[in-house]
């Protein structure tokens, strides 16, 4: 399994798979210069394109992106799908999912998060640790929800939004896309394509 980025999110996702007894062999791809050849001196860093080729090339294709920025997120997803590699849904053993939600392609679901019933997630989001996602709720590709957000479902959520940290988004609403929800704020209206609030 690869992981893409040796920043937080890329190792946030190293933990979940280390407490879920993930026991394949786990690595990361990361052009940044300054990152270590080992992360904790155990975890190989791949840092070239060609490295990338080499590794798709033993076998295991597997991999997520872990970056934070959903639009950075979406473009190194895509390069490392034209280099070979197929991506992977990280869902923590420690999340609450209802049991009937259609599979998810690609995602992050880390502990703590809840997610209701008929509650449907695009390729890409990143779903951060005590969330609660309501019933009825779409979520769009690339989307973030920060650590102890909470929405009450239904509510319609468009690409690449950004939900901060403890922010709260009330029932019955549609967010636009490309929508930036500040630390802690409550939604209690509709938000505008690439409006902050």
Do not use: W
């Not at 490295?51 to 991999?63: T, V």
């Amino acid at each position: 399994m690869l992981i893409i980025g040796t920043g937080g999110l890329g190792k946030e996702i190293l933990g979940i798979l280390i407490e879920d007894g993930f026991s394949d062999e786990i690595c990361f791809f990361d052009e940044n210069p300054n990152a270590p050849d080992l992360l904790y001196y155990k975890f190989k860093v791949f840092k070239t394109p060609e490295d990338l080729k080499q590794y798709f090339a033993k076998g295991d294709k597997r991999f997520i992106t872990g970056i934070g920025n959903p639009r950075i997120r979406e473009k190194l997803t895509s390069r490392i799908q034209d280099a070979g590699g197929e991506l992977y849904s990280v869902i923590s053993k420690k999340s609450s999912i209802f049991f009937l939600n259609e599979k998810y392609n690609g995602i992050i679901i880390q502990p703590g998060v809840g997610i209701s019933h008929n509650v449907k997630i695009g390729t890409g989001a990143a779903i951060h640790i005590n969330s609660t996602i309501g019933h009825s709720t779409t979520l769009g590709k690339y989307v973030n929800v920060g650590p102890n957000a909470t929405i009450i479902g239904p509510v319609e959520i468009g690409d690449y939004s950004y939900i901060s940290a403890q922010a709260v988004i009330l029932s019955h609403l549609k967010i636009g896309k490309n929508v930036v929800v500040t630390t802690g704020k409550i939604i209690d209206r509709d938000l505008n394509d690439f409006e902050t609030c």
